[in-house]
């Protein structure tokens, strides 16, 4: 059954924002490269292919549904840090800002009776969950690390072992 316009442009928007969160975590990992941090580099680039794959995980469904898949536009993303914390932190604001914004899709879709839809975004649910607490736990060590050089090149070789996506 197909969706309701409203709720496909607001599954578009959905989409444009997993682009612009690939878009910014590829930038944080230019960042990270530029100061020879290059696990934590490592770590931000195939965070930003995970991105891309929720964005393509989107558009395909709202293709299923018989929807138009239209993206919008995408904002530069922020291109230098403070810190490599500073760097995390922002990640984590956006990570948030994802979490919110899918949180309202659902509601929307539940608004809608959108049935088909509420399994496919409980998986998103579920995964900013991991993705909230896997950023703010680097964040947090980070944190712990500050001024410690060697905690933090342990800290980025750790984090350039990250295996998947
Ligand atoms: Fe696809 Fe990290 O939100």
């Known amino acids: 059954m197909k969706m309701p316009k409203d709720l496909e442009a607001a599954f578009n928007s959905q989409l444009t924002m997993e682009l612009e969160a690939a878009n910014s975590y590829l930038q944080i990992s230019a960042w990270f490269a530029t100061q020879n941090l290059n696990g934590m580099a490592s770590w931000m680039r195939q965070q930003a292919t995970e991105e891309r794959t929720h964005a393509v ?25 403070g810190s490599p914390l500073d760097a995390f932190e922002s990640a984590l604001v956006q990570e948030k800002a994802v ?3 899918i949180h309202q899709l659902y509601r929307a879709a539940e608004q809608a009776d959108d049935i088909s839809s509420i399994p496919f975004l409980q998986g998103f649910i579920t995964e900013q969950i991991e993705e909230e607490a896997t950023v703010s736990a680097i964040a947090d060590r980070l944190r712990l690390a500050e001024g410690q050089s060697g905690a933090l090149f342990l800290l980025d070789n750790e984090l350039g072992g990250r295996s998947g996506g």
């Open 57 to 81: 995980m989107f558009l395909d469904f709202i293709l299923d549904r018989g929807g138009e898949a239209t993206i919008g536009q995408v904002p530069a993303p922020t291109a230098s840090f």
């Open 99 to 101: 979490t919110e914004a």
